[in-house]
């Protein structure tokens, strides 16, 4: 297992009230995003366990557009590989921050 984390300075911060939310499921060509606010808001920190050694810097390209692409200040996003693309886990981070947007205003 590679285990990456990368610490990002947040143009926006999370809307909405829910603490955290979970989408995906660990599975061959899938991943699992666990996504919680616990961050101070112009930081997201984005931890990364996967068994695909050696793609650090196609991860740090997809997180980096997505926290300067979507509001995700405050948060602290876990995932857990199973395989996935790029488009899959911009896919499943999108649903992450929006689960968590949830009862914004």
């Given amino acids: 297992m590679e285990n990456l984390t990368f610490t990002l ?3 926006k911060a999370a809307t909405g009230t829910q603490k955290q939310a979970l989408t ?3 599975a061959s060509g899938n991943l699992e995003v666990l996504v919680e606010r616990v961050r101070e808001p112009n930081v997201c920190e984005v931890n990364i366990a996967t068994a695909a050694h050696g793609f650090a ?3 740090q390209a997809v997180v980096e557009e997505f926290v ?3 509001a995700a200040g405050g948060l602290r996003i876990s995932i857990n590989d199973g395989g996935a693309r790029p488009d899959t886990v911009a896919l499943r981070l999108a649903q992450g921050v929006r689960l968590i947007e949830e ?3």
């Fill in 24 to 26: 995906g499921v660990v």
């Fill in 57 to 59: 810097p196609v991860w």
């Fill in 9 to 11: 300075k947040a143009p």
């Fill in 103 to 105: 009862n914004a205003q």
């Fill in 68 to 70: 300067a692409r979507r």
